[in-house]
């Protein structure tokens, strides 16, 4: 097993620096093969790649994580060398202790374990403020040892000052972060230097289009050349960010980078962003058991990756060209609002 860079959240729990996003799995980026999916899982183990991020909402996610994990207790007979990380998106109604234990309980039955290694709180509608009475029982449950980390997904930086203000622990928050979405850093990513909050980030490598496969493309349009649901959410934010020569003007200079240190556009975004003050892991998206869709080389490169002056001289040109996103859309998770 390769030596990943790892990093270590508030309540203890050790993560690798490149987390293994179990989105794709959920239906939006076509068919998965449940069976095939936890085969595939072994080689991003075998890689050292050992963290797994999931959600309840991501069909049958954290099964494929729980059927896994039994078969790696099987082989060994003892706790698994793997972490899942889960996220909890309800939707709007009673927060009451029962609610939440159920929710858990869920998650727990789903992914085999008997702790959850983190949970990370999504919430819809701000003016509901039935966030606080879940997150509090949630923090409960963090004392009685149900969970190890307590996290947040896609709250902005007020509602993380408000929510820390009551005295919960967080340990992360899981915001979008990119070459082409760099909000975290107007707000967030002081307020979590401050409080000892790990950013993960996902969206890092806009679904795929920061790659060599787009550069000197011509702009994809329509669910067609759109055809994953990450395919279509990044183009629009490449949209808002600058449009399609501008981003084409980043991947020429992404891929003079790459060239230059002997690695993949991949690599370089997403080296970019685990430089970033605050960030604690970078999520990349794995399409388990989908032949040809592995990316493990191009995570390993980013490691050792350093990039030097003249790298973000160069990215840094055409990055002060685009657009402001945080005057545009608001603070991290503002785009799920409205």
């Not at 388990?288 to 995570?299: K, M, N």
């Amino acid at each position: 097993m390769a030596q990943v860079p790892k990093v270590r959240l508030a309540g203890g729990l050790e993560i690798c620096r490149i987390l293994n996003g179990m989105w794709q799995v959920s239906g939006a980026h076509g068919p998965i093969d449940p069976r095939k999916a936890v085969q595939a899982m072994d080689s991003y183990v075998n890689a050292g790649l050992t963290s797994f991020d999931m959600a309840d909402i991501y069909g049958p996610a954290e099964e494929i994580y729980g059927q896994f994990y039994n078969q790696l207790k099987t082989r060994s007979g003892d706790t698994p060398p793997v972490q899942g990380l889960t996220k909890w998106v309800p939707r709007p109604g009673p927060m009451n202790r029962k609610v939440v234990e159920n929710a858990i309980q869920h998650s727990l039955s789903r992914m085999q374990v008997d702790t959850l290694d983190c949970v990370q709180f999504h919430w819809w509608d701000y003016s509901d403020k039935r966030y606080l009475e879940a997150l509090g029982h949630l923090s409960d449950m963090q004392q009685e040892g149900i969970i190890r980390e307590l996290s947040l997904t896609n709250f902005d930086t007020k509602r993380l000052e408000e929510i820390t203000g009551k005295g919960i622990r967080i340990s992360s928050n899981q915001v979008q972060y990119s070459l082409i979405d760099r909000r975290p850093a107007a707000l967030m990513e002081k307020f979590c230097l401050d409080h000892g909050i790990q950013l993960l980030t996902y969206g890092t490598l806009g679904g795929g289009l920061l790659s060599e496969r787009y550069l000197g493309r011509v702009e994809p349009k329509g669910r067609a050349e759109l055809y994953t649901a990450s395919l279509g959410k990044y183009k629009n934010m490449i949209d808002a960010w600058g449009g399609w020569s501008l981003f084409q003007e980043l991947l020429a200079a992404l891929d003079t980078v790459a060239k230059r240190n002997s690695c993949s556009i991949a690599s370089v975004a997403t080296r970019y962003i685990l430089d970033q003050p605050a960030v604690g892991g970078v999520i990349v998206g794995c399409r388990l058991g989908v032949p040809g869709a592995e990316h493990i080389g191009d995570s390993l490169r980013s490691f050792d990756l350093e990039l030097r002056p003249q790298d973000l001289s160069d990215i840094e040109k055409v990055l002060k060209r685009s657009r402001d996103l945080m005057s545009l859309i608001g603070d991290c998770g503002d785009e799920y609002r409205g």
